[in-house]
Every structure is written in structure tokens, then in C-alpha cells.
């Protein structure tokens, strides 16, 4: 029988969950690779969380017994599946979705005109990453509330570890996938309109896609878009209204947008981890991990790596983009990337476009709890354009 290591460290203690960036950075350069009881091996340095992450047959995207289409898959398997997805996120279909973000958009902002202070988190960045993914599904507006719910209650499950209360979640998500696809089905919803009927629709080797397929493909386009849109908006803010500096250079040059975008997701990204298993025995940063061992990579910690970022908590022009491990890399590199980096284009320039300025207020933001992360709670201070 293995023998679990002394843990090195505790993820649900209330240092690490007052900052999730100090912590993972002070765990990096102090061990590499931590043990915990909750996440087992957390893998925290950028080259070693690169290398797993190109050697899918030593490390397992498996990680469940719950299907999970195609982020839970390993090749060939994954191969067919990702190749299923991809063509929703074409860069034509991008484009051809931003003026519905740029109405969401929009409507948000107008509906906070004239506030002096917002908690950013319920006022914009939540409602915005609800409203474009029930857009980009197809799904009624009318869902907001139930998935909003859905989401913080998963995350407080995640971080409890209450599998019951997981169990209970995964089954809610499936009975509103259910919903949607039965009034796909009885509305004769066209596919070439709609990604969810399209889904019901569509085929792998030659076979249609059953119920749990398309319900692991909605669950994994809607949890990580909700999360992560939310979190990214709401980091992307309190960025900036801490460096006015780099709000004037933004309106002046907004070419320059989707650079500032992407270093200051580097610096607090808006996804914590991922989890892989190791196929074999093997060595991760001077750590024997056994066969079967449960890894979780720490996407914000190899960001933030000084062994690749130089001064790597510093916001800095023209880093190198193939370093950045924002969207991922290798076979299962964020199909959704264009998508995601249009809506947070659109959400910045429109509110840079609104406001003259943004600013911390006296209360200090609430910082989110593991799975999430970024901000549970954002006072700003908006002064109108």
C-alpha cells in the first residue's frame, strides 16, 4: 500500500484563500511540487507544468469517473472529439457572435450609468459571462439567476470537497441540458442556428452524440466560460483601476488592448488549476509521484515563473506570447481561445469607452475562493465619460 507524503501544505486554509497568488508563488519557489491532502501533487513550475502537459501518454487527461468530452479524454479518443468542437469556435463564428456581445455589452453599462460606486463582480463581470455564454448556446436569458446559483454553489462543493453536494450539482446541470434540448426537440430548432441543437446533430466515428456527451460538452463550455469570463472581467478592472497609467495609454492606444489583456491575465490569471494522473511512476521537480498519482497544475503560478518571466509580478510590454500558459498549450490548448479573447476585447474597450476613469473605492475587494479565483466582491468607483 503507497503511503501518502507529509502534506506540505493546506489549500483550504484561510492564508491561501486571502491570496491565492502569494501563496501558489511562495509554493513554487520553495518546493516545485507540493503535496496537499485536497489536490495531491500541485505542480507549480512553468517548464514542469509545460512537460506534462505535452506528454499525455505518462500523464492522463482521465481524471474521473464522469465522462467529461474532450478535456477528460486522451488521444485517440480525444482526437475525434476535439476535432468535434473545434469548428464552434472558428474564427468566423467569432466574429460573426461579437456584435451580440457588443449589444450585451452595451446594455450592462447603460444600465449602470450614472452609479458612482458598483461591486464590479455583481454589477458587470458575473452578469456579463452569464448573459454571453446563454447567448452563445442559444439558451434564454431567463437562465441567468439559475445558473449564477449553480455556479457558486459548485464552487463552495468544489472547495469542500462535498461529493454528495457534487453529485447533486452534476445532476441539476443535466436536468437544464435536458430542458434545452427537449424544447430543441420539440421547436425543431435549426442547427446551423443554434449550437445546442447543433450538438444533437452532430456525430463522432460515425455516430451521434448521446445525452451524456452533449451534457459534458455544455458543463465544460459553460463552467469554464462562466468562471473564468467572470473572473478575467473582474481582474481586468481592478487592474486597472489601480494603474491609471495604463488606463491612458489604453484609450490612447487601443490597438494595444489585446496585449495589455493578455499580460495582465499572466500576472493574476483568471483559472487556477487543471488535474491530470500520471500513467507511470515518474519525477516532477525532484518529487517520485506513484502510478496512478493525481496532479493538479497551477496555471497562475507557471505565469508567474521567474525562470521564464523576468521581474514576473511587473505588468510589461512585448513579453514573449508563446510563454504565456493562459489558454493552455498542446493537444489540449482552449479550443474557445478566440472566443474568449474577443468578449473580454469587447467588455474592455466598451468600458474603457464609458468611463473617464476608474478607481479602488475605500473598502477592499473580497478575494475569491478556490476553485475560482479573482475577486467574490470588487467596490469600484466609475467616473462617467
Same mark, same amino acid.
Not at 502569494?22 to 512537460?51: I, T
Given at each position: $500500500?503507497?503511503?501518502?507524503?507529509?502534506?506540505?501544505?493546506?489549500? /483550504?486554509?484561510?492564508?491561501?484563500?486571502?491570496?491565492?497568488?502569494?501563496?501558489?508563488?511562495?509554493?513554487?519557489?520553495?518546493?516545485?511540487?507540493?503535496?496537499?491532502?485536497?489536490?495531491?501533487?500541485?505542480?507549480?513550475?512553468?517548464?514542469?507544468?509545460?512537460?506534462?502537459?505535452?506528454?499525455?501518454?505518462?500523464?492522463?487527461?482521465?481524471?474521473?469517473?464522469?465522462?467529461?468530452?474532450?478535456?477528460?479524454?486522451?488521444?485517440?479518443?480525444?482526437?475525434?472529439?476535439?476535432?468535434?468542437?473545434?469548428?464552434?469556435?472558428?474564427?468566423?463564428?467569432?466574429?460573426?457572435?461579437?456584435?451580440?456581445?457588443? /449589444?450585451?455589452?452595451?446594455?450592462?453599462?447603460?444600465?449602470?450609468?450614472? /452609479?458612482?460606486?458598483?461591486?464590479?463582480?455583481?454589477?458587470?463581470?458575473?452578469?456579463?459571462?452569464?448573459?454571453?455564454?446563454?447567448?452563445?448556446?442559444?439558451?434564454? $436569458?431567463?437562465?441567468?439567476?439559475?445558473?449564477?446559483?449553480?455556479?457558486?454553489?459548485?464552487?463552495?462543493?468544489?472547495?469542500?470537497?462535498?461529493?454528495?453536494?457534487?453529485?447533486?450539482?452534476?445532476?441539476?446541470?443535466?436536468?437544464?441540458?435536458?430542458? $434545452?434540448?427537449?424544447?430543441?426537440?420539440?421547436?425543431?430548432?435549426?442547427?446551423?442556428?443554434?449550437?445546442?441543437?447543433?450538438?444533437?446533430?452532430?456525430?463522432?466515428?460515425?455516430?451521434?452524440?448521446?445525452?451524456?456527451?452533449?451534457?459534458?460538452?455544455?458543463?465544460?463550455?459553460?463552467?469554464?466560460?462562466?468562471?473564468?469570463?467572470?473572473?478575467?472581467?473582474?481582474?481586468?478592472?481592478?487592474?486597472?483601476?489601480?494603474?491609471?497609467?495604463?488606463?491612458?495609454?489604453?484609450?490612447?492606444?487601443?490597438?494595444?488592448?489585446?496585449?495589455?489583456?493578455?499580460?495582465?491575465?499572466?500576472?493574476?490569471?483568471?483559472?487556477?488549476?487543471?488535474?491530470?494522473?500520471?500513467?507511470?511512476?515518474?519525477?516532477?521537480?525532484?518529487?517520485?509521484?506513484?502510478?496512478?498519482?493525481?496532479?493538479?497544475?497551477?496555471?497562475?503560478?507557471?505565469?508567474?515563473?521567474?525562470?521564464?518571466?523576468?521581474?514576473?509580478?511587473?505588468?510589461?510590454?512585448?513579453?514573449?506570447?508563446?510563454?504565456?500558459?493562459?489558454?493552455?498549450?498542446?493537444?489540449?490548448?482552449?479550443?474557445?481561445?478566440?472566443?474568449?479573447? $474577443?468578449?473580454?476585447?469587447?467588455?474592455?474597450?466598451?468600458?474603457?469607452?464609458?468611463?473617464?476613469?476608474?478607481?479602488?473605492?475605500?473598502?477592499?475587494?473580497?478575494?475569491?475562493?478556490?476553485?475560482?479565483?479573482?475577486?467574490?466582491?470588487?467596490?469600484?468607483?466609475?467616473?462617467?465619460?
Amino acid at each position: $500500500m503507497t503511503i501518502a507524503p507529509t502534506p506540505d501544505w493546506n489549500p /483550504r486554509s484561510d492564508a491561501v484563500q486571502q491570496d491565492q497568488i502569494a501563496a501558489y508563488d511562495h509554493l513554487r519557489d520553495q518546493h516545485g511540487a507540493a503535496y496537499s491532502e485536497m489536490l495531491h501533487w500541485s505542480v507549480l513550475g512553468h517548464a514542469d507544468v509545460l512537460r506534462i502537459l505535452q506528454d499525455h501518454e505518462r500523464f492522463s487527461n482521465v481524471v474521473s469517473r464522469h465522462v467529461a468530452v474532450p478535456n477528460g479524454m486522451d488521444p485517440p479518443e480525444h482526437t475525434a472529439y476535439r476535432a468535434l468542437i473545434e469548428p464552434y469556435f472558428t474564427q468566423e463564428r467569432v466574429e460573426a457572435f461579437r456584435p451580440v456581445c457588443e /449589444r450585451i455589452t452595451a446594455e450592462l453599462l447603460q444600465a449602470l450609468q450614472g /452609479r458612482r460606486e458598483v461591486d464590479w463582480v455583481a454589477a458587470f463581470a458575473l452578469p456579463f459571462a452569464v448573459r454571453i455564454q446563454c447567448a452563445f448556446m442559444g439558451w434564454p $436569458m431567463d437562465l441567468e439567476a439559475e445558473l449564477t446559483e449553480w455556479s457558486a454553489r459548485s464552487h463552495a462543493a468544489t472547495l469542500a470537497q462535498d461529493r454528495p453536494a457534487l453529485d447533486a450539482l452534476a445532476a441539476q446541470f443535466e436536468g437544464i441540458v435536458a430542458r $434545452m434540448l427537449d424544447e430543441r426537440r420539440a421547436s425543431g430548432a435549426d442547427p446551423q442556428q443554434d449550437v445546442t441543437a447543433s450538438l444533437m446533430h452532430a456525430t463522432v466515428l460515425g455516430q451521434p452524440l448521446g445525452a451524456d456527451a452533449i451534457a459534458s460538452i455544455l458543463r465544460n463550455w459553460t463552467v469554464g466560460e462562466i468562471g473564468t469570463i467572470a473572473a478575467a472581467v473582474g481582474i481586468l478592472a481592478q487592474w486597472l483601476a489601480e494603474h491609471a497609467d495604463l488606463q491612458a495609454t489604453l484609450r490612447a492606444e487601443p490597438a494595444r488592448q489585446p496585449e495589455a489583456i493578455d499580460e495582465i491575465l499572466r500576472l493574476h490569471g483568471p483559472l487556477v488549476t487543471n488535474r491530470r494522473v500520471a500513467t507511470c511512476p515518474v519525477e516532477v521537480a525532484g518529487r517520485q509521484i506513484p502510478a496512478g498519482g493525481r496532479i493538479t497544475l497551477h496555471w497562475t503560478s507557471a505565469n508567474r515563473d521567474p525562470r521564464v518571466f523576468e521581474a514576473p509580478g511587473e505588468f510589461r510590454w512585448g513579453r514573449n506570447p508563446q510563454d504565456n500558459l493562459l489558454y493552455g498549450a498542446g493537444i489540449h490548448v482552449c479550443p474557445g481561445a478566440a472566443l474568449s479573447r $474577443m468578449e473580454l476585447g469587447v467588455a474592455l474597450r466598451a468600458l474603457l469607452a464609458a468611463v473617464a476613469s476608474l478607481a479602488p473605492t475605500t473598502q477592499a475587494p473580497e478575494p475569491a475562493h478556490y476553485p475560482a479565483i479573482g475577486f467574490a466582491r470588487l467596490p469600484l468607483q466609475l467616473r462617467w465619460a
